[in-house]
């Protein structure tokens, strides 16, 4: 895959005008995960260059960053496509009130694709609502209004590879379910384990999402490719 260029373009907050979120008809996948799992440093890595501040210091992300970036590979000619930094949850510093800024500001973007609400109280298909969110509460998947264009959601849940099976990992992918958000489940940090302990961690992330984990490493560029070809096969499953 090569980068032809990458940049910042806006970040969004949970409140203001949501007409401030692109909505061009280029796909959008967007980064989420607990604090200081590593989402703007894997987003340089995948960018090859650091458009995205990074901090050891977690909950730095406060808002959704949005960065475009147009690639050569993983489909005919050049593509361009938006990916979005999201404030991580299970961190806030702030308490209660800020721990709900930040759940807003992750549910205000992928709302505000989906064109208008039908009505103001949220709905989910399940018709059942989750006790819990990743950011501590679940307000559900606003239905759109008829004859509205909005792009469908997708995302890439980042979880640390080192502790599979953690509740707010859980609460995350069911989150993005409630809100018909199409995902993918990426482990961080893999370099850090041994062969032993990755095969295990894997395994047992498998069986808690019903689904493979992709295997990454900003630092060695593990798993850089085959993460870009997940990326490009959301983009091309209707996700614009």
């Known amino acids: 895959m090569k980068i032809i260029s990458a940049e910042f373009i806006t970040s969004a907050a949970a409140g203001g005008d949501a007409k401030g979120i692109p909505q061009d008809g280029l796909p959008h996948i967007a980064m989420t995960g607990r604090s200081n799992v590593g989402k703007s440093t894997l987003l340089n890595a ?29 489909r005919p000619g050049k593509w361009s496509l938006y990916l979005v930094d999201l404030p991580g949850y299970g961190y806030a510093r702030g308490g209660a009130d800020a721990a709900a800024e930040l759940r807003a500001v992750a549910e205000r973007y992928f709302e505000a694709g989906r064109g208008p609400r039908t009505a103001d109280r949220p709905s989910t298909k399940s018709g059942a609502a989750l006790s819990l969110s990743p950011l501590d509460l679940a307000r559900g998947d606003p239905e759109p209004a008829e004859g509205s264009k909005g792009r469908e959601p997708a995302a890439l849940l980042l979880v640390d590879g080192r502790h599979p099976g953690l509740e707010s990992d859980i609460q995350a992918a069911h989150w993005l379910t409630a809100m018909h958000v199409d995902f993918r489940v990426v482990a961080t940090k893999i370099d850090k384990l041994s062969r032993s302990e990755r095969a295990r961690n894997l395994k047992a992330l498998e069986l808690t999402f019903g689904m493979p984990a992709l295997p990454v490493s900003a630092a060695s560029g593990e798993g850089m ?10 983009a091309r499953t209707g996700h614009a």
């Open 46 to 74: 995948l960018c090859r260059s650091k458009v995205a501040r990074t901090s050891a210091a977690p909950g730095k992300t406060r808002l959704a960053n949005i960065y475009r970036v147009t690639v050569e590979g993983g």
């Open 225 to 234: 490719d085959t993460l870009w070809k997940t990326i490009a096969s959301l």
